[in-house]
């Protein structure tokens, strides 16, 4: 049979917007000769849809669009994923379920066995576990029908399994020949690889063909990358969907032959492609259509307002330099010619006035002080202010430029820099800010050289760089990686590169004593194994001796 696969977009709770997507992709695969479609998981109500499954009107929506879907009566079978109630006494009230809708009838309700939680999934806070799985027969073929997370689990891929049942071999083993998972598996750079990696294995082991669809967009921080795989059972690849982008492709159960669609290919492509959907998704699924991004002339905004070009169209990028007493008249050069070379409005708004206005205020207050650090948080702040004022006169949203070191480290000010929406590279350290501003210029010079070449400075105090408070970049970048993603200790951390003890555990010192700053920053999108945010939940009242 001949077999689509739907990698669609969703947003959550657009039940009228997602139904009629669902509806009109099935329509042109019915026309394309498919006798079967699938839609990623949660697809009639969007992933991940939270605590919005514990109202009783959201539930009750997902059965209402399964009955509009059924009403169409497509000569097409149609596999859709919804939240269902559970039937249990106890527990949770609600499952992650796939229909197969055929005939304007639910032939098969399949739930999801295995709930994550782990990383910026908690799916066992919201959901009860199916107890147990069934094959339909469909087209000669008996079917295993899987939700993402049930394809995770074998034991020939994972060298420490996370659930002690496997649902793929158990529908294997009862005599599934074809296995078909709806996922919502997010992307983080290197995921594609794995996600392969993983379904060959299952194809080869169980010498069955796989065929994963999954979701594409962004939803709140979290990105989807389609990259939709079908695999035969020799592990080869028969058909794959485009990455970050919404696709529909066939292939044939019996010839094992079908569409092959380019992906993004590269890391830095990867993930300059991930951020570039994420912030328009996010954007224009919180009802905005327009951005604001002060500009600084260093990289980091630099990268940012490059990302949001990309992302929803040069008309719709405000860029806002905001001159300080210590800002150099490069870094307001470069600001203009980034501004010129991307195509976006920019405005010129000093901070010279105001500031001199906070400091005569406090004047009396501060008698007999010393300037320090206050004096250069006020410059922040007065720049956040100013960012928020043109948002609210606007009606645009506010883009952060922090990136995840400076996160990391408490390298920005509350209330200041960190002032916006969306933090779009938030989960971008600074050596890969570097990486991706090359990228970016590999057509032609977008990002003016000086920004790249510059030693990196706040500006706000005279001749101010970065490795005044911080170790080099590398140096800095190669430690957060093994303490926020890995959890190592000083001492590994020390010994593997070759670094000072102390120097390291000042480093994870700063980590620590910052989170407090990171539970107050904007929604940033993870394109990392471990971002800051929903994945990463630590306390902020606790002592930590690294």
């Known amino acids: 049979m001949k077999v689509a696969l739907g990698q669609i977009n969703t947003t959550v709770g657009d039940f009228a917007g997602n139904t009629a997507k669902i509806i009109d992709y099935s329509r042109r695969a019915q026309q394309a000769g498919a006798s079967l479609i699938l839609f990623p998981e949660l697809s009639i109500c ?111 891929f994972w060298n420490r399994r996370l659930y002690g049942f496997d649902p793929v071999e158990a529908l294997v083993g009862a005599g599934g020949n074809l ?141 806002v330099g905001m001159p300080g007493p210590y800002s150099s008249k490069g870094s307001i050069d470069d600001a203009r010619s980034l501004a010129s070379n991307l195509g976006i409005r920019f405005e010129l708004i000093s901070i010279g006035e105001p500031f001199e206005a906070y400091r005569h205020a406090l004047s009396g207050v501060f008698a007999g002080m010393k300037e320090d650090v206050t004096e250069e948080n006020l410059q922040a702040r007065i720049r956040g202010g100013i960012l928020m004022a043109l948002s609210n006169k606007f009606g645009a949203m506010v883009l952060s430029t922090g ?46 050289q000086p920004t790249i070449e510059k030693p990196p400075s706040a500006e706000l105090r005279p001749n101010q760089t970065d490795q005044d408070s911080l170790p080099p970049y590398d140096v800095l970048d190669s430690i957060l990686v093994d303490y926020i993603e890995d959890y190592k200790s000083a001492e590994q951390i020390a010994e593997d590169h070759g670094f000072d003890q102390a120097l390291v555990k000042s480093v994870m010192r700063m980590v620590d004593r910052n989170e407090y700053k990171r539970q107050q920053a904007a929604v940033g999108l993870k394109i990392s194994e471990k971002a800051f945010g929903v994945g990463r939940r630590m306390p902020i009242a606790a002592k930590s001796d690294n």
């Open 46 to 156: 969007g992933y991940p849809p939270r605590d919005l499954v514990e109202k009783t009107s959201f539930v009750q929506k997902n059965a209402e669009s399964l009955e509009r879907i059924k009403q169409e009566k497509l000569p097409i079978a149609i596999v859709v994923g919804l939240v269902t109630k559970a039937d249990g006494q106890t527990g949770k009230s609600v499952m992650n379920s796939a229909a197969l809708v055929q005939n304007g009838e639910v032939k098969l309700l399949q739930s999801k066995m295995l709930l994550p939680t782990y990383d910026v999934f908690d799916e066992s806070r919201n959901f009860a576990p199916a107890e147990s799985q069934h094959l339909i027969e469909f087209c000669n073929r008996n079917v295993a029908l899987t939700i993402c997370e049930d394809a995770w689990n074998d034991k020939h």
């Open 179 to 319: 296995l078909l998972n709806i996922s919502a598996s997010p992307f983080h750079v290197g995921k594609r690889e794995i996600r392969h990696d993983m379904l060959a294995t299952i194809a080869r082991t169980d010498k069955v063909p796989v065929a994963m669809v999954n979701l594409v967009g962004g939803n709140d921080g979290v990105i989807f990358d389609g990259s939709s795989l079908v695999l035969a059972p020799d592990g080869q690849v028969i058909a794959q969907g485009r990455s970050f982008e919404e696709d529909l492709i066939f292939f044939d159960t019996e010839t094992l032959r079908g569409d092959i669609h380019e992906q993004v290919a590269g890391d830095e492509a990867s993930a300059y492609s991930a951020l570039v959907l994420g912030t328009r998704d996010y954007v224009s699924k919180c009802g905005f259509s327009r951005v604001i991004v002060g500009l600084s002339g260093g990289i980091d905004s630099a990268l940012t307002a490059a990302i949001a070009v990309d992302a929803i169209g040069r008309e719709n990028v405000i860029g």
């Open 403 to 448: 990136n995840k070191s400076e996160l990391a480290v408490g390298y920005c000010t509350l209330y200041g820099d960190m002032c916006g929406g969306l933090a779009v590279i938030s989960d971008v350290p600074k050596t890969q800010v570097y990486r991706l501003a090359r990228y970016v210029n590999h057509k032609r010079e977008i990002i003016p």
